[in-house]
C-alpha cells in the first residue's frame, strides 16, 4: 500500500499593480526550482494525503488553496475528502448534519466554533463539500483541551471523562518528543512572553498529534485526503 505523503509549498507574490503580466502567486518544488500548477496537480491526483501550507491571513494562499481543491475534485470526484484544523474535533457532528442539508447554514455558522476570517476564507471549502457531497474532516484537538494542556500539562488530560478524550490524538505523553526543533524552539519565542513554559509547546503538540490521528482515521487506500 502506498504510503507517500505530499506537501505543497507555496509562495505567494502579492503585488498591487493590475498588470497582467505580474502573477499573484509562484509554485515552487522542493527543489526550489519554479513549477507548473497542471504539472502539480498531476502528482498531488496521486497522493494519498495533501497538506497545504497556508498563511492564514494571506488571501492568494487561500485562493489558490480553493482551486485546488476543484482541480483535485475535478479528477477524484466523490474520492476526495477535505479537511480543516479551523474546525474542532467535537464540532464533527455538527459539520456532519451541516454537509447532510439538515441545519441552515446561519444555525451552522451559530453554534459551530469559527474563526475570524471563516466566511472569506474557509467557508468557500465547506460550501463545496456541501454542494458535492464531500467529507469534511473536522480536525483539531477542542482549544479548551489544548488550553488544559498549556496550563497543566499532560496530566491535566486525566481530569477528562473517556468522551473527552474521544477528540484528543491517543499517545501523547508516550509520541511527544521535546527535542524535535520546532517544538524546542517555542520556548525561544521572546514575542510571546508568559506564554513560553515547558507546557506551551506540549499544547501545541497535543493539537499536531490530534490532526494526525484523524486525518489518518478517516483516510483510506481508495481515497485522497
Given amino acids: 500500500m502506498k504510503k507517500s505523503i505530499t506537501i505543497i509549498l507555496l509562495t505567494a507574490l502579492v503585488s498591487f499593480a ?4 505580474k ?4 509554485l515552487f518544488d522542493k527543489q526550489g526550482e519554479e513549477a507548473n500548477y497542471t504539472d502539480m496537480i498531476n502528482q498531488l491526483k496521486n497522493a ?3 497538506f497545504f501550507g497556508e498563511l492564514h491571513d494571506n488571501p492568494i494562499s487561500h485562493w489558490l488553496q480553493f482551486e485546488v481543491t476543484k482541480s483535485l475534485y475535478a479528477v477524484k470526484k466523490e474520492a476526495l475528502v477535505l479537511g480543516a484544523e479551523m474546525f474542532e474535533a467535537d464540532n464533527q457532528l455538527i459539520m456532519d448534519e451541516y454537509l447532510a442539508g439538515i ?3 446561519k444555525k451552522f455558522e451559530a453554534e459551530i466554533r469559527l474563526w475570524g476570517n471563516y466566511k472569506t476564507d474557509y467557508k468557500p471549502l465547506v ?22 494542556i498549556n496550563k497543566k500539562g499532560f496530566e491535566g488530560l486525566d481530569e477528562l471523562s473517556k468522551e473527552a478524550k474521544s477528540y484528543i490524538g491517543p499517545d501523547l505523553v508516550k509520541l511527544y518528543d521535546p527535542e524535535v526543533a520546532c517544538y ?31 486525518i489518518l482515521k478517516n483516510w483510506s487506500k481508495d481515497k485522497l485526503l
Wanted: hydrophobic share 40%; aromatic share 12%; net charge positive.
Fill in 127 to 148: 460550501e463545496f463539500a456541501k454542494e458535492n457531497q464531500l467529507y469534511f474532516v473536522a480536525s483539531n484537538i477542542p482549544r479548551r483541551y489544548a488550553s488544559l
Fill in 18 to 21: 493590475f498588470a497582467q503580466d
Fill in 103 to 105: 441545519h441552515p447554514t
Fill in 184 to 214: 524546542k524552539n517555542m520556548m525561544k519565542m521572546s514575542m510571546m512572553p508568559g506564554m513560553t513554559n515547558d507546557n506551551f509547546p506540549r499544547s501545541q503538540a497535543s493539537k499536531d498529534a490530534t490532526m494526525a490521528h484523524f
Fill in 48 to 50: 494519498d494525503i495533501v
Fill in 23 to 26: 502573477p499573484a502567486y509562484k
